[in-house]
C-alpha cells in the first residue's frame, strides 16, 4: 500500500518573508542602521514575527567578542567603537511599531570597559522617555560579573532584567565560551537581585543537547 503523504500542519509551514508589515519593518531597521536577533540567529519565524510589527533588537553591532557553540551570531573582536545614535534610533524605531512589551540584548562587547552597560542604560532611559507605557526587557551578558556594570543597569530601571544559563553545568564547557562561566551566570542573576530587590529577573537553558 503506497504511503499516503499528509500535509504539514499550519504552524510547522515555513513562508517566505514579503508581507507588507515584514517589508515595512526591514525598511525602518535598515534605515536606522539597527540589528536584530531574528536576523543573526537566522530564525525561521521571522516572518510571523515581523508580519506582525515585533522583532527583538541586538544593540552595540553584529559581531560578538565571545564564540559559544549554539550562537549563530558572527564572532570575533568588534570595531571597538559604540554606533553613538544607536539608542536615539531604537526608541524612535520603537515608537514607529506600537508594542507595549519590548526585548532588547546585545552582542558580548568585552572589549569595553564596562561592557557596554552604559550603552545599553541609555537606550532603556530613551525608550522610556519616548515610550512610556512600553515595558522594557534586557536580556544582557554577564559583563565579566562587574557589579559597577550591573548597577548601571539597574539603575536604568528596566522592567525585567533577563540572563541566561543557557545550558546545564556539565554542558557548559561544551556549549559556551571559555570565558561564561554556569556559576559566574548564577552570581549574575543574585547580584542584580541584590542592587535591585524590586526589578523582576529571569533566566533560561536549552534542552535537547545531551543533558538528560
Not at 499516503?4 to 509551514?13: D, G, N, V
Not at 552595540?60 to 551570531?73: H, N, Q, T, W, Y
Not at 539608542?87 to 524605531?93: D, G, N
Not at 559583563?143 to 543557557?166: C, G, K, M, T, W
Amino acid at each position: 500500500m503506497p504511503l499516503r503523504l499528509e500535509a504539514k500542519p499550519e504552524w510547522l509551514t515555513v513562508l517566505p518573508p514579503g508581507s507588507a508589515n515584514y517589508n515595512e519593518l526591514k525598511g525602518l531597521l535598515r534605515n536606522l542602521n539597527l540589528h536584530t536577533v531574528c536576523e543573526e540567529a537566522h530564525c525561521p519565524n521571522i516572518h510571523e514575527c515581523w508580519g506582525g510589527g515585533t522583532a527583538t533588537l541586538m544593540l552595540m553591532g553584529d559581531v560578538c567578542s565571545r564564540a559559544c557553540r549554539f550562537c549563530m551570531v558572527t564572532p570575533g573582536r568588534p570595531s571597538g567603537a559604540l554606533d553613538e545614535h544607536e539608542p536615539e534610533h531604537v526608541a524612535f524605531a520603537l515608537s514607529q511599531m506600537n508594542l507595549s512589551y519590548v526585548v532588547l540584548t546585545s552582542v558580548d562587547r568585552d572589549d569595553l570597559p564596562d561592557g557596554g552597560a552604559a550603552h545599553f542604560a541609555r537606550t532603556i532611559r530613551l525608550i522610556k522617555e519616548q515610550c512610556p507605557e512600553m515595558r522594557v526587557e534586557v536580556l544582557i551578558p554577564d559583563f565579566q560579573n562587574d557589579l559597577d556594570s550591573l548597577r548601571v543597569i539597574v539603575e536604568a530601571r528596566p522592567d525585567v532584567v533577563a540572563h541566561n544559563l543557557e545550558t546545564t553545568l556539565s554542558l557548559t564547557p561544551r556549549v559556551r565560551d571559555p570565558r561564561a562561566n554556569y556559576w559566574q551566570s548564577l552570581s549574575v542573576l543574585k547580584s542584580i537581585k541584590k542592587l535591585g530587590r524590586r526589578t523582576y529577573t529571569k533566566s533560561s537553558i536549552m534542552v535537547g543537547l545531551g543533558e538528560t
